[in-house]
C-alpha cells in the first residue's frame, strides 16, 4: 500500500485510488465486452472466459491474500458464490498482484504473499470454494479490466457486457454494510432491469503491478544496508530478555552456527520480523555458541543481514544460560519463543518452527484498529 503500513491505510483508499491509478490503469467501461482471459486456478486447472459461457451472470471479483481488506471479503465472496449458485450465477476470484511488486512491509497483515502456490495455502486454511485465479505472472487479465484495488468486482450480462463495476459492498466492517452494491447490480441484471448504479468508488489495497518491483527492490536494499551488531549476554540479560517489559511483542530465536535446522529456518525467521516490525514486534535472535565463535555467529548473521538485536551467550556455561531464559528448557536449539506484554507465553517451539502458524500466532496478538482483523487469523471458517 501507499503508507507506511496496511492497516494504517484502511480509512483512506476511496482517495488514494484516484486520478492517478485509474489513468496508468484504466476500468474497463460500462458496456465493454469482457475481456478473454485463461488462467491457473488454485484447483490445478487452467480457466477460461468462456468455461462460464453458460451463466446468465458472472461476477469477476479481483482479490488477493495480502491485503487485510480482501480477507475481510473471503467468507462474502464465498457466501455470494453459495447464495446465487441455484440461480446460475458464475463467481470467480481473480488474484491480479505481481508478488514481486509487494514490499515486505506491505505483508505486515498476511500470513503469505500473493503466488499461486500461497493462494493453494490460503484457499485450504479458510476453506476458499470458489474459483480463484491466478493472473499475478503477466497480469494480462488486469490490465484488460483494470482492478483498482482487492476487491473490485466486475458485473457481465448473459451477452458478457458489463453491468457494473465497483466495490462488494459499502464497508469492510460487516457489522456496518447498509449497500449491498454487487448483490443488486446482479440482482438486477437476473431481472431484466438497469443497474441503479454502473459504478462505485472501491477501497483496499492497491493493485500492486509489476512495474512497482523497482520499489521492493529498494525498499529491500535500504534494510540491507543497516549495520549487523552482535552483543554478549549474560544469565540476566537472558531473565530480563525474557521478562519482556513494555508493551510490544518480542519473538525470541535461540540457535547456533552449528544447527543445521536453526540456519535452515533463520531466513523465514528475518523475513517474519520484517513484515511485523512496524506493528509492535521486535526480533532478538540468541547464539548458543560459545564465547569464542563469534566470528562464526557475525558471518553468519551478516550473511542473512540481521539487522536485529542479536546476542551470544557470554560464558561457556550453556546450561546456566539456557535455564535463566527457561527453567523448562533443557534440550538443544532451535528454540524459538513469542512473547507478549509482561513476558506472557504466546507461542514456544523447540525444535523446527512451522513458520506460518508462528505467523498466524503474531497476527492475531498484534493490535489492530478492528478486532475483525485480529479474529481472522484467531478463528477459522
Known amino acids: 500500500m501507499s503508507c507506511q503500513t496496511a492497516i494504517g491505510c484502511l480509512a483512506f483508499m476511496s482517495l488514494a485510488l484516484g486520478a492517478q491509478a485509474a489513468s496508468d490503469h484504466p476500468i474497463l467501461a460500462p458496456g465493454s465486452k469482457a475481456p478473454d482471459f485463461t488462467l491457473p486456478g488454485i484447483d490445478g486447472r487452467m480457466h ?18 495480502h491485503c487485510p481488506i480482501a480477507q475481510m471479503y473471503e467468507q462474502r465472496i464465498s457466501q455470494l458464490a453459495a447464495d446465487y449458485r441455484g440461480r446460475g450465477v458464475a463467481v470467480v476470484a481473480i488474484e491480479p498482484n505481481a508478488p514481486e511488486a509487494i514490499r515486505v512491509d506491505e505483508l505486515d497483515s498476511s500470513d503469505l504473499g500473493d503466488s499461486l502456490e500461497e493462494m493453494k495455502i490460503r484457499a485450504s486454511y479458510k476453506h476458499l470454494d470458489y474459483p480463484y485465479l491466478y493472473d499475478g505472472e503477466t497480469q494480462q487479465t488486469a490490465r484488460a479490466y483494470g482492478p483498482q484495488a482487492t476487491p473490485h468486482v466486475f458485473v457481465f450480462d448473459s451477452r458478457r457486457l458489463l453491468r457494473y463495476e465497483g466495490r462488494m459492498d459499502d464497508n469492510y466492517r460487516v457489522e456496518r454494510v447498509k449497500s449491498q452494491d454487487a448483490r443488486a447490480a446482479i440482482d438486477a441484471v437476473l431481472a431484466g432491469r438497469e443497474v441503479a448504479a454502473a459504478h462505485t468508488g472501491v477501497f483496499g489495497c492497491s493493485t500492486k503491478w509489476k512495474e512497482k518491483e ?3 527492490l529498494e525498499a529491500i536494499r535500504k534494510l540491507d544496508s543497516q549495520p549487523v551488531k552482535l552483543d554478549p549476554v549474560s544469565a540476566e540479560g537472558l531473565k530480563q530478555l525474557r521478562a519482556n517489559a513494555g508493551n510490544r511483542m518480542t519473538l525470541v530465536s ?7 535446522s536453526c540456519i535452515h529456518e533463520f531466513g523465514d525467521i528475518e523475513t517474519t520480523y520484517r513484515m511485523y516490525s512496524d506493528r509492535d514486534l521486535d ?15 557475525l558471518r553468519v548473521l551478516t550473511r542473512n543481514h540481521a539487522t536485529t538485536r542479536n546476542l551470544l ?16 528448557w533443557d534440550s538443544a536449539v532451535p528454540y524459538t519463543a513469542l512473547l507478549g506484554p509482561g513476558g506472557k507465553v504466546l507461542y514456544r517451539k523447540l525444535g523446527s518452527i512451522d513458520i506460518l502458524e508462528l505467523r498466524r500466532t503474531i497476527l492475531k496478538n498484534l493490535p489492530a484498529e478492528y478486532e475483525g482483523f485480529r ?3 484467531d478463528v477459522q471458517p
Open 214 to 216: 523497482v520499489d521492493r
Open 313 to 328: 551467550f557470554d560464558s561457556m556455561d550453556t546450561a546456566a544460560l539456557q535455564t535463566a531464559f527457561d527453567p523448562e
Open 283 to 297: 526480533l532478538v535472535t540468541v547464539a548458543a555458541n560459545l564465547p569464542e565463535e563469534r566470528e562464526g555467529v
Open 48 to 65: 477460461s472466459l468462456a468455461d462460464y459461457a453458460s451463466s446468465p451472470v458472472l461476477a469477476v471479483v479481483f482479490t488477493c491474500n
Open 375 to 377: 479474529r481472522y487469523w
Open 254 to 260: 535461540f540457535w547456533a552456527t552449528w544447527c543445521g
